[in-house]
């Protein structure tokens, strides 16, 4: 069984900044892609950042210049440092992994159980 555990959500003013953890634990073989997605009331799931094990980073345009991700391969963890927040990045992020578990021959999605950023004056 694989988990995927966060840390790092609040609440902050505009313009200031939060840092993202999850890691992933559990029976675990490899794991591909890495990330965070981030839900608001009235909106669907969207992607916020990922990477993959190509070293590829993917970035929504919407918090590009802003936010930046980063990874720890050994250690199984992602982070997400956010600067220069804005209202609109209120949301609940959700850690996601493509995890590969031990004797499984795929990669399974994991979802964390999200955290909540509320950015507000």
């Known amino acids: 069984q694989v988990q995927l555990v966060e840390s790092g959500g609040g609440s902050v003013q505009p313009g200031g900044s939060l840092r993202l953890s999850c890691a992933a634990s559990?029976?675990?073989?490899?794991?591909?892609?890495m990330g965070w997605y981030r839900q608001s009331p009235g909106k669907e799931r969207e992607l916020v950042a990922n990477s993959t094990t190509d070293g590829t980073t993917n970035y929504a345009d919407s918090v590009k210049g802003r936010f930046t991700l980063s990874r720890n391969n050994a250690e199984n963890t992602v982070y997400l440092q956010m600067n220069s927040l804005k209202p609109d990045d209120t949301a609940v992020y959700y850690c996601n992994a493509h995890v590969r578990p031990i004797l499984i021959f795929r990669y399974l999605e994991v979802w964390g159980q999200g955290t909540l950023v509320t950015v507000s004056s």
């Open positions: 559990g029976n675990i073989f490899s794991i591909n892609a």
